[in-house]
């Protein structure tokens, strides 16, 4: 079976301990260390190669440039995953937009974070989620039925709209034949050539389209804490 597909993980591969960390009552972070944790011990070269990738990243500071606190989201048209187009300003409105980006169904802290996101969302109440990733609809539909998530996961073509936000980067070769070596070759994913990638953020958006909390970081094995969203959306509506 292919590293994409549906079907049982085998025993200590990075899906198998998403399987057996989800819904676990732990923190985002902490389930998402014990896929480092257990990953490494697994695969000490392969970690090696994403940490110096990482580092590579955080030393150019990929990422600074997306939009900042109190700067306006750039609006976008993208298609979801019924094929249905979707623009920002048909998201805005009187509740707080949660903008998510993320890898991909083949990455397993992606799978993780996004069935964390699912399970809050009655915390978040009315506020809406989209999810923005640049793979295509057959696995953004995956993603969303195994996450057993109710928001839309919309479709950038490239990483399109990343790049044109300061949130695209290209995988260098050493870290693609590793993704190779695991069954994961990201261009068949997202139906085009490219080996880029949106680097996970989540902004929340006020109803005028501005950002008024955002987490923007590198190191994809690092995302925004559950519970720092929800005071973000809770302190939003407060008008703080």
Not at 2 to 14: H, Y
Not at 76 to 98: K, R, Y
Not at 172 to 198: C, M, S, T, Y
Request: net charge neutral; aromatic share 6%.
């Amino acid at each position: 079976m292919a590293a994409d597909e549906t079907g049982p993980a085998e025993p200590g591969s990075p899906i198998d301990i998403v399987a057996r960390y989800n819904r676990r009552p732990l923190a985002l972070s902490e389930r998402l260390e014990a896929i480092v944790r257990e990953t490494r011990a697994a695969n000490p070269s392969g970690m090696a190669v994403v940490d110096r990738f990482v580092a590579r990243l955080e030393a150019a500071r990929a990422g600074a440039d997306a939009p900042a606190l109190g700067e306006a989201l750039p609006p976008f048209l993208l298609p979801d995953h019924d094929g249905a187009l979707v623009s920002l300003a048909g998201l805005l409105g009187n509740e707080p937009l949660v903008v998510v980006f993320h890898r991909g169904h083949w990455c397993p802290y992606c799978r993780m974070t996004i069935a964390a996101l699912a399970e809050a969302q009655p915390r978040l109440g009315a506020a809406r989620i989209v999810a923005i990733s640049a793979e295509v609809q057959r696995y953004t539909r995956r993603i969303r039925a195994e996450a057993l998530a109710q928001f839309r996961f919309l479709s950038d073509m490239d990483a399109a709209y990343a790049a044109s936000i300061g949130l695209a980067i290209t995988i260098e070769p050493a870290l693609r034949a590793v993704l190779e070596q695991a069954g994961k070759r990201i261009p068949d994913f997202q139906g085009g050539q490219a080996w880029v990638l949106p680097i996970p953020a989540v902004f929340v958006v006020d109803r005028n389209g501005m950002v008024r909390a955002r987490h923007v970081d590198p190191d994809y094995r690092r995302r925004m804490e559950i519970d720092d969203l929800v005071a973000a959306v809770a302190a939003l509506r407060r008008g703080v």
